[in-house]
Structures are given as C-alpha cells and as structure tokens.
C-alpha cells in the first residue's frame, strides 16, 4: 500500500470517529507491549488488583493484539467525553460517579464502534476487527498514551491537554495499516493535587494505584457482603464509584459537558435526598438503574455501600 493511501485511509477513519461523536482518534502500530508486562506483573505481584481475579487472566491478550484480531496490524484509540456539570440536588446525598448518571456507556459507545467499523469496511473493503470498550483485555491506557491521545496522570487515568479525563477510552483493533500517531509528553509536572486528595491513600506512587484501596473498586468491584472496616468514614460519601482524583485535576479546568443525549440522568436521579437513598428500595433500583453502569452492584450491592456511609 503507497503511503498516500494510508494517510488517505488513517484521515478518513478520524474525520468518520468525529462525526459519531469521538472527540478523538488516533493510531498505534499493533505490537507487544514489552513495557507494559512488567508493570502489569509487579502491580498483581503486589496484589494491587485486590479481588478482581480477571485481571490475572488472559496476560498474554492483554499484551499482544494480535492474540484478540488474528493478523491486526492497527489499534485504532477512540475517546468519549462523559463530563456533566449536573449534581444531585441534595449536597449530603451518597454520591455517584459523573460516568454513571445515565446509560451504560458499554452499549452507547459500543454502538458509535460498530458503525465505524461498517463504515470502514464500506468505504475501503474488506477489514477485519473488533470493537472494545472496556470489557475484554486490552490495555486502553497503555494503547492511549502511545498513540498521543494523552498522557498518564499520576491517578492512572489518560489525561486529554484539550479535554480533561472525563472520558471513555475505546479501541477498534484491525487487520488494516494505518498511519501511526506518537505518544506526547507527560505534563503534570510537580503537581500531586490526586495523590494529596485521596481519602484512602490508594496511590501509593505516581503513576500506580492500589486497586484493593480505590473507593471506585470497593463500591464496584469488591462483591464482599461488608465493606472493610477500615475504609469507615474514609469514603467520602461516595456510593457508586468516585472522582475525587479527577475532580481536583488542574487539567479538568478544560473539560466540557457531552452532548450525548443516552448520558442524560433519568429523571428522578439527582433529585432524590439522603433520606430517600437509605430507603431505597428494589422497585426503585431497578426503574433508576435500568440501563445504567450502577446495576454492576446489583441492589444489594448498592445497599450494602450506602448503609457503609451512613452507620
């Protein structure tokens, strides 16, 4: 393939991405993640990935692409703004991330990869891929700082110098070859606004997080039928998720509501106070969180890390 095509190709791909909605794409030549395997192996060496056994399957996959897509040659990074000013409307509520307000953006971004896809394969032939978002392993922070979609910040997060980190990372992986962005530099510099906020020390360093620590894995990812005592009144009233480490990035000065109408909250959800939360019942749940990333907690789950906040 002459360069020209390439370029030709990689351009149309992006001026496509913007059009669905992504506020950015950009390229990585599909390889393996040599620097990325020790990180990863020290971090669940250190048991850093607390009770999320997943993370210790499929190493192999999470390192080298061409494991998931047989013959990838791009890994094409995709990012998502989900920021929203909105708040709920009672201060002293238990909290919920900005990411879950509204509809799982597993299915919403999911459903702006696969158009992409057919587009590709519609307007230059026969490529073959898949889509992630989140849900298979792959390495979307690693893929993201390569191909210059950002930075990592010292809370682990991508971080966008136009746009913040309130953003989904997606990736399309595909047998086609692309022209390659590169990385950019890291710009935080001395800052440790994140490190100082945390309320349960879970970055330990920059750059690396406990996850057994991170408010986001005990409310999430943490399915123990009690929270652990020792993570009491260091919550943050946080019920789902947590932001804190975002929040007071300098950086997220620049972020900008989204405009995708599937992220808008459900009616009654900002609206309900404390009272109303520590009453909740199933009925409730499940007309609140009918579509949305919070039913990762299931009722009970959600329950249990309300009645944490409130004892």
Known sequence: MSNLLKVARTQLI??????????????????????????????????????????ENHFDKRLNPGLLVEDSKS????????????QQLDLTAPKISKYAHGEDY???V????KLLLEFIQTAIGEVHGRAFVDSAPVMDKAWAKKSGAGWMGKHSN???KQNGSFFFIAELIIDLDLEADGPIKDYCGTCTKCIDACPTDAIVQPYVVDGSKCIS??????KDALLPSEFRNK??????GCDICQDVCPWNRFSKPNNEPRFE???????LQRHEWTELTEELFQELFKISPVKRTKYEGLKRNIQFLVD
Not at 217 to 222: A, K, P
Not at 235 to 240: R, T
């Open 14 to 55: 992006k001026q496509k991405a913007s059009e669905l909605g992504f506020f950015h794409c950009s390229i990585s030549q599909v390889e393996f993640l040599e620097q990325e395997a020790k990180q990863l192996e020290d971090w669940l060496i250190k048991t850093y990935h607390g009770k999320m056994a997943y993370m």
């Open 235 to 240: 919550m943050d009233n946080w019920m789902f």
């Open 217 to 222: 894995y005990l409310t999430i990812e943490l």
């Open 265 to 271: 909250p459900h009616k009654d959800l900002l609206k």
């Open 106 to 108: 597993h299915f919403v």
């Open 75 to 86: 890994v094409i990074t995709l990012l998502f703004n989900y920021y929203t000013d909105n």
């Open 110 to 113: 999911k459903d702006k990869l």
């Open 158 to 160: 991508i971080i966008n």
